[in-house]
C-alpha cells in the first residue's frame, strides 16, 4: 500500500513538472508558437554580427533595429535576447558579447528558441507587472521607500527573513541542479534568468516570503484586520507566480515547489527574528560580525559549472542587507534610533505624502550616485589588482571581480539606504515620524 501511495505521489510531481502544461497555459493566455528555429542558424548569425562589428564599426543601432524587428507582434529570439539580456537595475553593466563563441558549447544546456507572438497585450503587460514584483526593481524600491516612509523596524526584520530564505533557496536551486522547462514547447520570454536552475522557483519564494513576513510582522506593532493583509499577500504571490508560468521559466511544479519551501523557512525562522534583531541592535561589532559573514557565505555559495546571474543576485541580497543592519548598530549606538514611549499596538497615522515623495526622489538620487561611483572604484581598484582591463564587461563574469564588485558595491547601498539618507532627510527637515517606528 505505501508503495502504491508513493507511485501515485511520484506520478503527480511527475506530472506537475511537464512542460506541456507550461505550454498550455501560455497559449491559452495569448503567447503562440509561429516557427521553430535552428540553434546553428542563430549561431551563424551571431558570428556574422560579430564579426562585422570587430573588423567594421560602421552598422548603427537603427541599422540593428531594422534586422531585430519583425512587425505583427512576432518576437525573434535573437532580437529578444539582445534587448533583454541583463538590463535590470542591478546588473545593467553585464552585457552579452561573443555570445557566439560560447553558442557550440552550450547547445546540449540550451533548447531550439522559438519565434513567438503576442495575441493579448493586456494578459501579456499584466504578467510582466506582476514578474516585476518578484525581480530586483521591486526590491531595490521597495525596501528604501518602506524605511524612508513606513517603519524601519519592520523593513529590518523583513531583510534579516529576505537574506535567509532566498540565499538558502537560491543556494538549493543550483545544489539541485533541475532545469527550467525545456523549449520546445515552452516559449521563454524572458532571457536574463534563462541559464539557472528552475526548481525550486525563487521568485515564488519571494512573493510568498515578502508579502507574508510583512503583514506577520506589521501585525505585531500595528493595528489593523490582519485577514485583509494575508488577502492582499496571497494575490501577489498568485500574481508573482502565474506571471512566472506565463514567462515560460517554471514549471507548475517549481511553483509550488518554491512557495512550500519559502513557508517552511518562515516558519523555522520567524521566531528568532526578534532575537536578531535585537543583537543587530545592541552588539557593538555586529557592522564588523555582518560584513564578515556576508563574506563567508558567498565562499560557501555552491560551485556553477556555467555563469549565470544566480551568484551575483545572491552577492547583491547579502550585500545590501548586511549593510542595512549595520547601519541600525551604529544608529543606535550614536542615539539617532528613538524608543516608543509605551508598547505596540499602535495606530496607524497616515504620512504626508508630499514629504514621502521628496524623501524618495531625494533618497534615489543619493542611492543612485553611490551605486555609481562605489561600482566604479571597486572595479577599477579590483581590476588593478588582478592585471584586468576593467572596460571590458566580460571580467565581471569572474567570481574574483563579481564578488567584491557586487557585495561592496550594494553594502554601502545597504548601509547608506538606512544611514545616511535618514540623516539627510532630519538636516533638512523632511523626516519622517521615528517616535515608534524604529525600534
Not at 8 to 28: C, E, G, M, N, T
Not at 64 to 85: A, F, Q
Not at 329 to 352: A, G, V
Amino acid at each position: 500500500m505505501f508503495i502504491s501511495m508513493w507511485n501515485q505521489i511520484r506520478s503527480f510531481i511527475l506530472w506537475l513538472h511537464k512542460p506541456d502544461h507550461v505550454a498550455q497555459f501560455q497559449r491559452y493566455f495569448g503567447v503562440l508558437p509561429t516557427s521553430v528555429c535552428k540553434p546553428d542558424f542563430i549561431s551563424n548569425i551571431d558570428k556574422n554580427d560579430l564579426n562585422r562589428n570587430e573588423n567594421n564599426n560602421s552598422i548603427t543601432d537603427d541599422d540593428n533595429n531594422k534586422k531585430s524587428h519583425i512587425p505583427n507582434g512576432l518576437y525573434h529570439p535573437h532580437h529578444e535576447r539582445k534587448i533583454t539580456y541583463d538590463k535590470n537595475v542591478l546588473d545593467e553593466c553585464i552585457q552579452e558579447i561573443k555570445h557566439s563563441s560560447n553558442q557550440n558549447s552550450n547547445k546540449k544546456n540550451i533548447s531550439s528558441e522559438i519565434d513567438y507572438k503576442v495575441t493579448s497585450w493586456f494578459w501579456y503587460y499584466f504578467f510582466q507587472i506582476g514578474s516585476a514584483l518578484g525581480n530586483e526593481i521591486f526590491y531595490i524600491l521597495f525596501f528604501p521607500t518602506w524605511i524612508w516612509n513606513v517603519d524601519g523596524c519592520v523593513a529590518r526584520k523583513v531583510s534579516i527573513l529576505w537574506v535567509y530564505f532566498m540565499y538558502i533557496g537560491q543556494a538549493t536551486k543550483d545544489i539541485l541542479g533541475i532545469p527550467r522547462p525545456s523549449s520546445p514547447p515552452v516559449l521563454q520570454l524572458e532571457k536574463r534568468y534563462i541559464r539557472e536552475y528552475g526548481f525550486p522557483s525563487t521568485h515564488a519564494m519571494f512573493a510568498t516570503g515578502i508579502p507574508l513576513s510583512l503583514v506577520l510582522l506589521s501585525h505585531e506593532r500595528y493595528d489593523f484586520k490582519i485577514w485583509i493583509g494575508l488577502v492582499c499577500a496571497a494575490i501577489v504571490c498568485i500574481w508573482v507566480c502565474l506571471s512566472r508560468i506565463y514567462l515560460g521559466m517554471h514549471t507548475f511544479l517549481d511553483i509550488i515547489g518554491g512557495t512550500a519551501y519559502a513557508l517552511l523557512l518562515i516558519y523555522i525562522m520567524f521566531p528568532y527574528v526578534n532575537i536578531i534583531d535585537n543583537f543587530q541592535l545592541n552588539f557593538t561589532l555586529a557592522p564588523l560580525l555582518n560584513f564578515c559573514l556576508g563574506i563567508f557565505l558567498i565562499k560557501c555559495y555552491p560551485s556553477i559549472q556555467e555563469w549565470s546571474t544566480a551568484r551575483s543576485d545572491t552577492t547583491v541580497i547579502l550585500g545590501s542587507t548586511f549593510g542595512l543592519l549595520s547601519s541600525a548598530t551604529i544608529m543606535q549606538k550614536f542615539d539617532l534610533l528613538e524608543r516608543p514611549l509605551t508598547p505596540p499596538i499602535y495606530s496607524i497615522i497616515t504620512p504626508n505624502l508630499g514629504f514621502c515623495v521628496l524623501r524618495t526622489i531625494i533618497g534615489l538620487l543619493i542611492i543612485y550616485a553611490t551605486r555609481q561611483i562605489v561600482k566604479t572604484i571597486v572595479l577599477r581598484i579590483t581590476s588593478l589588482i588582478y592585471g584586468l582591463d576593467w572596460k571590458d564587461p566580460e571580467i565581471k563574469r569572474l567570481a574574483k571581480v563579481e564578488l567584491p564588485y557586487y557585495y561592496l558595491t550594494y553594502f554601502v547601498i545597504g548601509f547608506n539606504i538606512a544611514f545616511t539618507c535618514p540623516l539627510v532627510f532630519r538636516m533638512i527637515g523632511i523626516n519622517r515620524d521615528y517616535s515608534y517606528t524604529e525600534l
